[in-house]
């Protein structure tokens, strides 16, 4: 999915549920042992985030990117990858050697790394929209505890075939493209990230578009759902009214987890 010809980007664990532990420590997914501290109290300000999540290849920062809404964008992959140069959030010699292992690995890093990167944004900004974020259910729960809110998400449903293509696509500028890390990155996404997905669409929280359509199809239907999420938001609104049934691929997908789990 060709996604990038048709959006401009703007320039800018683990509670297992259900997974066995062994399952887990396969995938790699580490953890920072100093527990990072939370700057300021985020419950007092009155914000909106919304979240968008996609499996790897799925093109979701490029379309969370569009400069056509207002809120400020968050491309949390990105904010890991150039960890080292942000300064406004501080890692100790060994945690960004952590992160980066974990990154080239196609691994998770730590919830507390990513909520202590999180921080910052949600300090300076009331409207803002997350890519790449949740990965696993204790990462909604110390969001939800942290902030006081309970985000929608919206996620870019890709095949694991379009997700295959599409990273295949992108070469090896990125340390985390190559086969192994791909493979890993996938597996994670299955084996964690759809789980948690389920449990956002079970709670009504999740916002589902089609992302094997062509790319303006994609875009479109992507702005269109944003768009409506973000002015029911910002009017007081809920959102469970925009959302759509969930689609046969995505109910398969969570089903084809769940029997691996048994």
Same mark, same amino acid.
């Given at each position: 999915?060709?996604?990038? %010809?048709?959006?401009?980007?703007?320039?800018?664990?683990?509670?297992?549920?259900?997974?066995?532990?062994?399952?887990?420590?396969?995938?790699?997914?580490?953890?920072?042992?100093?527990?990072?501290?939370?700057?300021?109290?985020?419950?007092?300000?009155?914000?909106?985030?919304?979240?968008?999540?996609?499996?790897?290849?799925?093109?979701?920062?490029?379309?969370?990117?569009?400069?056509?809404?207002?809120?400020?964008?968050?491309?949390?992959? *990105?904010?890991?990858?150039?960890?080292?140069?942000?300064?406004?959030?501080?890692? %100790?010699?060994?945690?960004?050697?952590?992160?980066?292992? %974990?990154?080239?690995?196609?691994?998770?890093?730590?919830?507390?790394?990513?909520?202590?990167?999180?921080?910052?944004?949600?300090?300076?900004?009331?409207?803002?929209?997350?890519?790449?974020?949740?990965?696993?259910?204790?990462?909604?729960?110390?969001?939800?505890?942290?902030?006081?809110?309970?985000?929608?998400?919206?996620?870019?449903?890709?095949?694991?075939?379009?997700?295959?293509?599409?990273?295949?696509?992108?070469?090896?500028?990125?340390? #985390?493209?190559? *086969?192994?890390?791909?493979?890993?990155?996938?597996?994670?996404?299955?084996?964690?990230?759809?789980?948690?997905?389920?449990?956002?669409?079970?709670?009504?929280?999740?916002?589902?578009?089609?992302?094997?359509?062509?790319?303006?199809?994609?875009? *479109?239907?992507?702005?269109?759902?944003?768009?409506?999420?973000?002015?029911?938001?910002?009017?007081?609104?809920?959102?469970?009214?925009?959302?759509?049934? %969930?689609? #046969?691929?995505?109910?398969?997908?969570?089903?084809?987890?769940? #029997?691996?789990?048994?």
């Amino acid at each position: 999915m060709a996604i990038d %010809s048709v959006v401009e980007a703007k320039p800018s664990m683990v509670q297992n549920g259900g997974i066995s532990n062994s399952k887990i420590k396969r995938l790699g997914v580490v953890t920072v042992q100093n527990k990072l501290p939370v700057q300021g109290t985020l419950t007092q300000v009155k914000r909106h985030v919304i979240w968008v999540i996609g499996g790897p290849g799925s093109n979701k920062s490029l379309l969370a990117s569009n400069p056509k809404h207002p809120w400020v964008h968050l491309n949390l992959g *990105a904010e890991l990858r150039n960890v080292g140069h942000n300064k406004k959030v501080t890692f %100790s010699a060994d945690q960004l050697t952590s992160i980066r292992s %974990s990154l080239n690995k196609g691994e998770l890093v730590s919830n507390e790394v990513v909520l202590h990167l999180l921080t910052p944004f949600l300090n300076r900004h009331t409207h803002l929209v997350i890519d790449g974020f949740p990965r696993n259910p204790d990462q909604i729960k110390l969001f939800e505890e942290e902030t006081g809110i309970k985000p929608p998400c919206i996620l870019v449903d890709c095949s694991e075939v379009e997700l295959g293509r599409s990273l295949g696509q992108r070469g090896k500028e990125r340390g #985390d493209n190559d *086969a192994s890390a791909v493979k890993n990155r996938l597996t994670t996404y299955r084996v964690i990230t759809l789980p948690t997905l389920k449990m956002l669409d079970d709670h009504q929280r999740l916002h589902i578009v089609d992302g094997d359509s062509d790319p303006s199809t994609v875009v *479109a239907e992507f702005t269109q759902t944003i768009s409506e999420v973000m002015n029911a938001l910002e009017n007081g609104g809920k959102t469970t009214g925009l959302r759509k049934p %969930s689609t #046969d691929t995505i109910r398969a997908m969570y089903q084809e987890v769940e #029997d691996e789990q048994l």
